[in-house]
């Protein structure tokens, strides 16, 4: 601002000289000098005062020429901040000072009508730069608006993933972990209520802790593992389904050793599979159904301990898969044993959440004195 009115009050100070040249000094050159002289003052004003310091300007512009140039600069002020009705009125305002001072401060060298028509043609076209300055304004702080959207927006996005991220990892670390570490509860559960057994027995009870605790630990590192990966596969896996430690992810073909496990633990399972072509089933989906069996498994053991688990499998490509885990409902009687395992509640939940994302759904409830888990998956042809 302050080079503005030093440019200003320099072109005033040439106005004020060029009357000096033109008629010698008196009274009329005094008064011009303090014309321009205010109209140099007033120019701060602009700032808070825009409208009321442009029209001032406009009068001290129709006493003297000495303040035209601040008057056009306080048209152009009020033009790049207010709305154009207002700043056609101050530049009305000003085209009227102009016009009276050519009355009776005519100028010599043009006619009245012309000098007219140059000071209406400058004050609109002081009027349409105004407007363009405020639209270029405006145009800036939408873009500055936009740009700090799209920045709290892609903050918003980065928590979103954060938290499926998150979402994410509980889920992985249940499939992977909730299984092993059940298997271990069974087995330590057997330790702690048959310490008569015979010493073989417990030795190799112990064993199986051990290599199940180790287990465990490989498949924890496994997941990680798999989570840092930079793969775009809903299970964190390639095309080769394998994770990030060179491991293959489990499928349909896994689930007999599944079992099998499942039995050395003392569970009573029966694998009944009519799948038709195993092989064809895609990797994922097979991933998906070796978790929803595991987790039947897992569930059966932590809740219905010694009771017999039914697992049967039905599919074909071209139709879907079908998976069926029931198992009676704990009652104490023949057959239970051994404490329940606590779980947390949300392993279902999260499995639900998968099949649906398989394209499949997954339903599960307690009826007719048995829990059942029952998921369909789709099996394209």
């Not at 000094?25 to 014309?35: C, F, K, T």
């Not at 199986?208 to 180790?214: I, Q």
Request: hydrophobic share 50%; charged share 20%.
């Amino acid at each position: 601002m302050a080079g503005v009115i030093a440019a200003v009050g320099a072109l005033a100070a040439l106005t004020v000289w060029g009357r000096f040249e033109a008629q010698g000094a008196g009274p009329p050159l005094a008064a011009d000098a303090a014309a321009g002289a205010a109209g140099c003052a007033l120019l701060p004003v602009l700032r808070r005062h825009p409208v009321g310091a442009a029209l001032a300007l406009a009068v001290l512009a129709a006493l003297s020429p000495a303040a035209t140039p601040p008057a056009t600069l306080g048209a152009l002020w009020v033009a790049g901040r207010r709305r154009f009705p207002v700043a056609a009125a101050v530049a009305a305002a000003g085209v009227a000072a102009h016009a009276v001072q050519g009355l009776w401060r005519p100028n010599g060298g043009i006619s009245y009508g012309w000098w007219l028509a140059l000071m209406a043609v400058a004050y609109g076209a002081l009027v349409g730069w105004g407007a363009l300055l405020r639209a270029r304004r405006a145009l800036l702080a939408s873009l500055r608006e936009r740009a700090a959207r799209a920045e709290a927006e892609q903050g918003r996005r980065v928590a979103e993933a954060r938290a499926l991220e998150r979402a994410r990892i509980a889920r992985e670390m249940h499939d992977v972990l909730a299984h092993r570490l059940s298997l271990l509860a069974t087995y330590a559960g057997a330790l702690e209520y048959r310490p008569d057994a015979p010493p073989e027995r417990l030795a190799r009870a112990a064993g199986v802790v051990r290599d199940g605790a180790h287990q465990a630990l490989e498949e924890l590192r496994e997941v990680i593992l798999l989570l840092r990966a930079d793969d775009g596969d809903e299970d964190g896996t390639g095309d080769g389904g394998e994770v990030a430690g060179g491991r293959p992810q489990p499928v349909l073909a896994d689930l007999p050793r599944l079992v099998e496990e499942s039995r050395d633990a003392g569970g009573r399972v029966r694998l009944s599979d009519r799948v038709v072509d195993p092989g064809a089933l895609p990797p994922a989906a097979g991933r998906t159904a070796y978790r929803v069996v595991q987790e039947g498994l897992t569930n059966a053991r932590k809740h219905a301990a010694g009771l017999p688990v039914r697992v049967a499998l039905e599919g074909r490509p071209g139709a879907r898969l079908v998976i069926d885990i029931s198992n009676p409902l704990p009652g104490g009687g023949p057959g239970a044993r051994g404490p329940a395992v606590p779980g947390s509640g949300t392993g279902l939940v999260g499995l639900t959440e998968r099949v649906r994302l398989a394209g499949g759904s997954l339903d599960h409830g307690a009826a007719a004195g048995e829990f059942r888990l029952r998921a369909w998956l789709p099996w394209p042809a």
